[in-house]
């Protein structure tokens, strides 16, 4: 079955910057983050994908169709939430809805109105005199019930304080219980990604580093305090530090350690932050 979302070769110049060639591939059943430092191209991107901004060159298909192709009935199985909605400010939650819900077959009022309740949103003020924090929780109220395919959202937990970013991330779980969804995110939350995230599509200065699967990437790095330190590289050693020693590839690392005769004092995996500021240093 071919990728839900594809992206090939995908370039855009705004000003100076300068993102992609950028590839990637998106499945069923998965979350996928976009990590990157400020200004990689993470919305940019974001933008392209929903063709609110034109591609200089290359391909990106959603649900085989071509987002830039004229025909954009794709987007109707595609919920995509910006970092900032325009257009909203001057209507109430209540309006927001009574405009949104109908444009959606597959609506879901019992979801939304507990999400309501959940974060205890009001209905009837302006979404222009409503708190940043609360502006993102009726936003993603006004997300999740449409129950599209996909969900797209531009660093949704970016303003919510910490019991409501616990409520979002149990939301969004329950929203992917059916395997046929898949949602993109940007965040620069790193319990986001531990919590959420199947794989982290790492981003830097425009260009795609590389698509790794969470599981697989936390589990490839170790960091060891040695008895003794050999003097020349270990395999699979990426940096040490007088006796401490970071390994890339821990297998690799731990065999020739133990043919060395050398004693592991101890021994951990690297935090998701460690291993996505070596990647991205
Ligand atoms: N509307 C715009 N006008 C001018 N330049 C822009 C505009 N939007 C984006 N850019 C440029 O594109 C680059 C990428 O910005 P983008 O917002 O995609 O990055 P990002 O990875 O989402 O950043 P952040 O993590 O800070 O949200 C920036 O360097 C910025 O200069």
New binding site residues.
Partial sequence: MPAWIEIKDARKK??D?Q?GPVNLEIEAGTITALV??????????LKLLMNLASMDGGAIRILGKPVDGGDESWKRHITFQP?KQVGWNAYTGNELKNLIAPLYLKWDDKLFEHIIRLFDIPLDKRFGKLSPGMQQKLSLALALPRKTDILILD?PTASLDIPSKKQFMDLLVDWMEPEDRAVVL?T?QADDLRKLADYLFL?QD?QGVGLYEKDRLVASYRRYWLTEMPDGAVPGELSRDGRQLISENPDATEQFIVAQNIQVLDDQALELEDIISLLLK
């Fill in positions: 705004v000003d910057f993102l990157g430092n400020n200004g990689s191209g993470k919305s940019t991107l970092q660093e940007t620069h981003m425009g």
